[in-house]
């Protein structure tokens, strides 16, 4: 029953077996409206460890979504889901924070930020990246600013409404500007 | 009895309760079928696609309470797509326009939206009560509505649904005049309330029992409310947050301790666990605790707050809970009659070492002699354990296992589950509900065809070898009232073969299955009396009407029963054959 996902996951570092997570079965014809980042690959000459890893999505709805679980499995309910995932990301407060090129994670208190302007300065001082902003159209940050949110899709920070992306944002990933396409930013 | 007055005749009837033997009785004779209807005060509708509004008012014009359920079951995991359907709006216009006294209406998994609950507000001059469970589409404006028109208001039960708040000023909305509430939940609300307004209301509410709250009322106007309601039975804690300071604290317990009526308890929404102790003292009284939702209680907390809920009848709980508090559960709870351990790691995110395992479950079932329900989310499970919990209670009515992993075997024996389910239907005699998972074969289907004899309803996802799997079921379970099937191989044959089987049933449903196209439309036919829907969201499967692919899968398939032929609400992607 299961369905190839792209093979291409997310390489991290966790506790477990691989192949753990509740048989990789895709799902299938799901209405994302959001912009996700659509073949996106990253490299860098730096990188070392597989810390950072690949990740692509299409944005072609039909074809499978990376390593995810049946459509409404297990059978929770969806209230009682919305509420564990707001249980979960209220609960944790902080997220894992990794930079293309720097061989360590970092980890930020997203609960203590209270905007994108705040998120962005607290970004720099951690990375001594200078210029880190999150706008898309206008700064010409070398550098641009993703997360992983609750559906596992890569998003670029700044699209949503600040309390949104603050309950959704599962972990940030700070890349180049010139190796992600798909958000419709500006080439510098 | 036909030589009695009608009058006497109704007056007996009276007594008779249960929908299921009213309908019985409404069959005896053409007479009694006469009184039963125009004495018929409450009626219950599994399936709004049924029946239409108009012939249930025809048939039952003295109505006073309607209970209507909308989507199908497998909607709750978001099986079933947004607009798909199971609208409210023509039933209560329907009964607007009649002379109907409704008092009472609930409803389960429809879409309600604001424009409804106006009408409803505004139609009704009795309308006493309105329970709304897993429902959508309406927003606090439309429960404004029902505050500030429904005068004799007694319960307002929102559970579970989703709800759009516009943080507004509803609570506000209850007239001073409104003192008739008995029953308030509206913890699933996500907005500000307006605390001052709540408190005003619960003060002019002598009868209130039931006061569920939502996440932003806190711990200090929680205290208030407790102590001008020491009559609460069945209290919702919303926010729990802050550690409070000694005095917050010591009020908070004073109240709590004159609650001696209290009997249930729920929500935790946000939790400090330092205040449970606040509780200790009610423990004892409590028969059914729900902290399901209470998400950041860890483990031992939970345990130490459960050893004093001697009296538990009712326990909904996270597995953070652990084997070790299902052991003090089953050493405590000796009353105890149903149990529901959710997952609190629905993603399979993180190793949790302190979920409950087939260990917890025997443990349970050995010391609560009366457990009839059960329903239990874990990660691993052994046959050995399944055949150990069928000797031990025999009295199952619910009994539904969800391993997280499908197609999970035994982890000790690494054999399927057919054996461990098997020796469950067959001790279990008076078993209608039972949900399936993990490692199955043809066999498990076998051995609940052959046992499960009052068995009503049925979940079964990723199991079963072939055809002959569901055909056991369908074949065997004579009182099957409900079928839901995903993602498990069974096709056009076992679909096929007695058609006739499914007007004596609600309901089924099959996605990711093997029927085809072909094989729906051979089943819907022959069939008047049943709707056929094929729900089919994916653009690209969409073909013109002589391209059909009769060999195409079916993605979902959802059948049902009816008297009033195909709807006509369905959206484009719901095709009726």
Known sequence: MAKEGLGLEITELRLGLPGDNYSEISIWGSKKKKRVLSDMMISSSLNTEDENGVVSSLVDESLPVVKSQAVGWPPVCSYRRKKNNEEASKAIGYVKVSMDGVPYLRKIDLGSSNSYNNLATVLENLFGCLGLGVAKEGKKCEYIIIYEDKDRDWMLVGDVPWQMFKESCKRLRIVKRSDATGFGLQRD | ?577
């Open chain 2, 1 to 577: 009895m036909n030589y009695f007055p009608d009058e006497v005749i109704e007056h007996v009837f009276d007594f008779v309760v249960s929908h299921k033997d009213r309908n019985s009785i409404s069959l005896v004779c053409k007479s009694w079928h006469k009184i039963e209807r125009f004495s018929r005060k409450e009626v219950f509708i599994g399936n709004c696609y049924a029946i239409n509004p108009e012939r249930l008012i025809g048939r039952f014009p003295c109505l006073k309470s309607l209970t209507l359920k909308g989507k199908p079951h497998f909607a709750d995991f978001n099986l079933v797509p947004h607009e798909w359907g199971g609208f409210v709006l023509p039933w209560i216009e329907a009964l607007a326009r009649s002379r109907v006294g409704l008092e009472e209406l609930r409803l389960k998994r429809m879409v309600v939206t604001d424009e409804s609950l106006e009408l409803l507000s505004r139609s009704f001059a009795n309308f006493k009560s309105l329970v709304l469970v897993s429902c959508e589409g309406f927003t606090t404006d439309g429960l404004a509505s029902i505050a500030t028109n429904c005068r004799h208001l007694r319960e307002l039960d929102l559970q579970e649904n989703e709800i759009d708040d516009h943080r507004g000023q509803w609570l506000n909305c209850f007239p001073d005049s409104c003192t008739t509430l008995i029953s308030l939940n509206f913890a699933c609300l996500k907005g500000e309330t307006n605390v001052a307004a709540l408190e005003r209301l619960v003060a002019r509410s002598p009868n209130l029992k039931s006061l569920k709250l939502n996440r932003a009322v806190p711990l200090d106007a929680l205290a208030r409310l407790m102590s001008c309601a020491p009559q609460l039975v069945d209290l919702g804690v919303g926010s729990y947050e802050n550690e409070p300071d000694p005095e917050s604290f010591a009020k908070l317990m004073t109240a709590i301790e004159k609650c001696i009526s209290l009997r249930s308890l729920s929500g935790f929404l946000e939790v400090a666990p330092l205040c449970l102790p606040a509780f200790y003292p009610i423990c004892q009284n409590l028969i059914s605790l729900n902290l399901s939702y209470a998400a950041e209680i860890q483990g031992n907390h939970l345990i130490k707050l459960i050893q004093l809920c001697k009296r538990l009848q009712r326990l909904w709980i996270l597995d953070s809970i652990g084997d070790k508090g299902l052991v003090v559960v089953a050493d405590t709870c000796k009353e105890l009659q149903e149990l529901r351990v959710f997952p609190s790691d629905v993603h399979g995110e993180e190793d949790n070492i302190a979920a409950v395992t087939e260990v917890g479950l025997v443990a349970i079932s050995a010391g609560c002699p009366k457990l009839h329900s059960i329903l239990y989310f874990c990660k691993q499970m052994t046959n050995a354990a399944l055949i150990a919990v069928a000797k031990n209670c025999p009295n199952f009515i619910r009994f539904r296992l969800c391993i997280l992993e499908p197609h999970k075997p035994d982890h000790i024996t690494s054999q399927s589950l057919d054996e461990g389910f098997g020796a469950i239907v067959q001790a279990c005699k008076g078993l209608r509900r039972l949900s399936v998972s993990g490692l199955l074969t043809d066999q498990v289907f076998l051995y609940i065809g052959m046992y499960a004899e009052q068995l009503e309803m049925l979940s079964i996802a990723f199991a079963g070898d072939t055809d002959k799997g569901m055909l056991y079921v369908l074949n065997g379970c004579k009182k099957m009232r409900k079928l839901e099937i995903r993602d498990s191989p069974f096709g056009n044959a076992a679909l096929l073969a007695d058609v006739g089987r499914y007007e004596t049933m609600r309901s089924l449903w099959m996605s990711s299955c093997e029927v085809t196209l072909g094989g729906c439309k051979r089943l819907a036919q022959n069939s008047p009396r049943l709707n056929v829907e094929i729900i089919n969201e994916n653009e690209n499967n969409r073909m013109e009407q002589n391209e059909e692919d009769e060999g195409e899968k079916v993605d979902k398939l959802y059948l049902y029963r009816t008297v009033v032929g195909t709807r006509k609400d369905a959206p484009p992607y719901v095709r009726i054959l």
